[in-house]
């Protein structure tokens, strides 16, 4: 989405919001059915997410990925997520647009006191629309991991956990690695 919303003939609603959010400058926005909402991590938000990262990093090289919060849009809606790591292909990552979600490896999102309940239900929910594969939900909250995957219009079919933090969850093909959750509580 690079161009303004044509106002000439009616408003899109959708388009204009997109349009308008990627202009603001300073803050990252992402957008949460319709409401606009700042992404302002916390830095044991972002330790948790590091924890994450560096154990995924070598295994992302290999597949000719990289790892990253950059936008996602869910199209039709009024969605714009800016998750805390997602996967892609190199080559899509080249483009510097927006990608969809479906068009990711995994996705990865750690819970905060403000955001916990969106990453559980809402972006689950349409991550799993959407098509991403792999949805890694790091409840900092509950202390727990969750790997939801087989998604579906409906939700993804697959969940393995909630599983308290120390417990080593498996990341399926294409990644087939044990992921460490011992040193993700932050306490």
């Not at 000719?64 to 950059?70: K, L, N, R």
């Not at 800016?82 to 996705?107: C, M, N, S």
């Not at 393995?160 to 294409?174: I, K, N, R, S």
Request: proline share 7%; glycine share 10%.
């Amino acid at each position: 989405m690079t161009s303004a919303p044509d106002y000439g003939h009616g408003i899109d609603t959708e388009h204009a919001l997109k349009y308008a959010i990627q202009h603001i400058r300073g803050d990252r926005v992402q957008i949460i059915e319709g409401i606009i909402e700042p992404v302002t991590p916390t830095w044991d938000h972002e330790r948790a997410a590091k924890l994450v990262r560096r154990q995924i990093e070598d295994r992302v090289d290999e597949l000719g990925c990289v790892e990253g919060s950059g936008n996602l849009d869910l199209p039709g809606t009024s969605n714009w997520y800016v998750p805390d790591i997602a996967v892609v292909p190199e080559d899509l990552a080249k483009g510097g647009g927006a990608l969809l979600p479906d068009q990711t490896l995994l996705i990865v999102e750690v819970t905060s006191e403000s955001n916990a309940e969106t990453d559980r239900g809402v972006k689950r929910r349409r991550y799993a629309e959407y098509g991403a594969p792999l949805y890694l939900l790091v409840d900092r909250i509950e202390g727990s991991v969750t790997l939801f995957s087989e998604p579906g219009r409906l939700g993804y079919t697959r969940v393995d956990g909630p599983h308290p933090f120390g417990t080593v969850l498996h990341l399926p093909e294409p990644f087939g690695l044990d992921l460490d959750t011992s040193k993700l509580s932050p306490a």
